[in-house]
């Protein structure tokens, strides 16, 4: 018969404590908030703030500034644009009249020796008298002419052509001519600067 009394005796079955799970809900939240990405959501400081913004005005005063010195400058050279064809337009005539009481002056001393020469009495000319005096005549007019700007375009014999400066109006055998040089000068061109006022007419050897 056994003494122990009631107080050692255990309930049948196997009751115990179920041990805490690490995976459990502390484990499962602890997972959650280890993958979510680290985020500061905290304001920036006042100072920092304040600077960025002071820096921002800056640049955006600086930006104005620049667009208002280009407008200014873009005006300014529509003025001047302006302002040089105003000029040019009033300018014009001026310049034109200049240029051609120019060429008239240096005419008229030409113009003189045409009227001594229609004043002789006619009796008392001879052929070879009249001949002279248009020599006499053109030699001045030339002169005018030259002291204007203008040059003669007077190929000789022999000279290569230059299409630029003459007009080939005929094809002419010449003695020591080449073919294609210039062989006959028949009338004359004239040059004004680098302006072929008339070309030179002139037969070519073939």
């Known amino acids: 018969m056994s003494n ?3 107080n050692h005796q255990r309930p049948h079955g196997h009751h ?12 499962h939240r602890r997972a959650e908030s280890e993958s979510q990405p680290f985020v500061d959501d905290r304001a920036p400081e006042p100072e920092e703030a304040r600077d960025a913004i002071r820096a921002l005005e800056e640049r ?9 010195q280009a407008k200014g400058d873009v005006l300014r050279a529509i003025a001047d644009f302006q302002n040089l064809q105003r000029r040019t337009a009033d ?25 001594l020469a229609l004043a002789q009495d006619p009796s008392r000319m001879t052929v070879a008298a009249a001949i002279d005096g248009l020599r006499i005549v053109r030699g001045e007019l030339i002169k005018a002419l030259e002291r204007s700007g203008v040059e003669l375009i007077q190929p000789k014999p022999g000279d ?17 001519v080449e073919p294609g040089c210039v062989s006959m000068l028949l009338q004359p061109g004239y040059l004004l600067g680098d302006t072929v006022l008339r070309p030179a007419k002139v037969a070519v050897a073939p």
């Open 4 to 6: 122990a009394g009631p």
């Open 16 to 27: 115990h404590d179920e041990p805490r799970d690490p995976s459990g809900a502390h484990g």
């Open 60 to 68: 955006l005063a600086s930006a104005e500034a620049e667009l208002a």
């Open 91 to 115: 300018q014009e005539p001026r310049v034109r009249l200049g240029a051609a009481g120019g060429v008239v002056r240096q005419v008229i001393p030409v113009l003189d020796h045409f009227d």
């Open 160 to 176: 290569a052509f230059d299409p630029h400066r003459a007009e080939a109006i005929m094809q002419s055998p010449a003695q020591g």
